[in-house]
């Protein structure tokens, strides 16, 4: 066996002996070219693979794009926690002049410093996708907005989708149902008041009938059948105020009621005065109504009530504040241009210059901080342009203001 093995080896080195040495060289190095042509060929074809997928990876996005482009959604695309692109929307939502500059950045610099640490807590813990944030445009300006935030794979890369949404009309729109709701309740606790005081007498006139029926029982003396109907329609009639000044005081609170409706403008006008006469009488305030004319309206009368409510019990609390002696306040309507005109004129001595135009504002007021909060006009003024798609406008007179209310006549 040895010996076959030792044979094999010696004719190997006997055939090696007589090639020639550049024979060796020329056949070491033509192998190695073909193994080095092997390798290149195999690198080349993953990069062509690599290539096309990368191709294939921006044409996807480039679609995506292209895409979000065409819709009113703000949004930007994160890879590796940072921004990859901004929508034109976003570029409109942030003020930015050259987004460029902000491209390979983390979106928490548009994040509101007070508001970061909760939301890389909740994408750590991956509680939630949808985020109520404070964000910080280019020029400084916060918005409240909300985000969702949505994972999506493209040809093996993770990239995040943050649709933004500016919510601060929805903000804007809860703080004014906020303050309607207290200018409500407010309302409200006066015209209790107001109730209170219009019951007074006829109670007192109730008591009287019931007293004189008890003495006439007590004496043993016979009531008349004239005294007796005298005496029931008196019962009816100071029950029936009552109950009119209640369902009239319901009418108002049904403020939420948004049924559009044909109405004569006089009615409700003419309900809020009836409701503040005892206010009216303890400041001895002049009210002159013949002007006052009835003209068909398509809307809510309780908000045209609430309006007038809130212009009426400013002019209480100026005469309240100043003292004033022998106020007068004159309410008119009439129809001119195809609007119909609610013009209410006070001569009391007028709104300062100095915040005339800026009267319909929020916190502004005239009176004492304490006793007022300054929202009162403004409410107003929100009444009569969001929600009836009218005007609300004041005017100096010669002897003091006109609040003037312009409204559409529909059909």
């Known amino acids: 066996m040895k010996r076959t093995l030792l044979s094999k080896l010696l004719v190997c080195f006997l055939f090696l002996t007589q090639l020639h040495a550049s024979d060796i060289l020329h056949t070491v190095i033509l192998d190695l070219e073909i193994i080095f042509g092997i390798v290149l060929l195999i690198l080349l074809a993953k990069y062509l693979k690599n290539l096309k997928q990368k191709r294939e990876l921006q044409t996807s996005l480039d679609l995506f794009k292209t895409a979000i482009n065409y819709t009113m959604t703000s949004v930007i695309i994160i890879k590796n926690k940072e921004i990859e692109y901004f929508s034109d929307e976003a570029k409109k939502l942030f003020v930015l002049e050259d987004s460029s500059q902000f491209i390979g950045n983390g979106f928490l610099k548009f994040v509101h410093k007070n508001y970061r640490e909760a939301i890389i807590k909740d994408i750590k813990n991956k509680e939630k996708d949808i985020y109520d944030v404070l964000l910080i445009k280019e020029n400084k300006e916060s918005f409240p907005a909300l985000i969702q935030s949505k994972e999506m794979k493209i040809e093996n890369e993770v990239f995040y989708v943050l649709s933004i949404m500016d919510i601060t009309s929805i903000k804007r729109q809860e703080q004014e149902r906020f303050l309607f709701h207290e200018s409500k309740l407010s309302s409200m606790g006066s ?7 219009q019951w007074r007498q006829p109670l007192i006139q109730l008591g009287n009938i019931v007293l004189k029926l008890d003495a006439a029982q007590m004496f043993d003396k016979k009531i008349e059948s004239n005294d007796l109907i005298e005496y029931t329609n008196e019962i009816k009639t100071t029950v029936r105020f009552m109950s009119e000044t209640i369902n009239t005081f319901q009418d108002f609170y049904q403020l939420e009621n948004h049924n559009v409706v044909m109405f004569d403008v006089k009615k409700p006008i003419t309900d809020i005065l009836n409701m503040l006469s005892g206010r009216f009488s303890n400041f001895f305030i002049q009210i002159d109504i013949k002007d006052l004319n009835s003209i068909e309206f398509k809307g809510v009368p309780s908000e045209l009530a609430h309006t007038i409510l809130i212009l009426f019990e400013n002019i209480i609390e100026i005469v309240e504040n100043k003292q004033v002696k022998n106020a007068k306040v004159k309410i008119s309507t009439y129809v001119k241009n195809g609007h119909i005109i609610i013009e209410i004129e006070d ?15 929020p916190y502004v007021t005239t009176k004492i901080k304490k006793q007022s909060t300054g929202m009162g006009l403004y409410i107003a003024k929100t009444i009569v342009e969001n929600k009836m798609n009218g005007i609300l406008s004041a005017q100096n007179s010669s002897n003091g203001a006109i609040f003037k209310i312009r409204l559409p006549i529909k059909k």
């Open 191 to 197: 015209l209790v008041g107001n109730i209170a005081h």
């Open 347 to 361: 001569n009391l001595e007028g709104i300062d210059e100095k915040i005339m135009e800026i009267i319909f504002e």
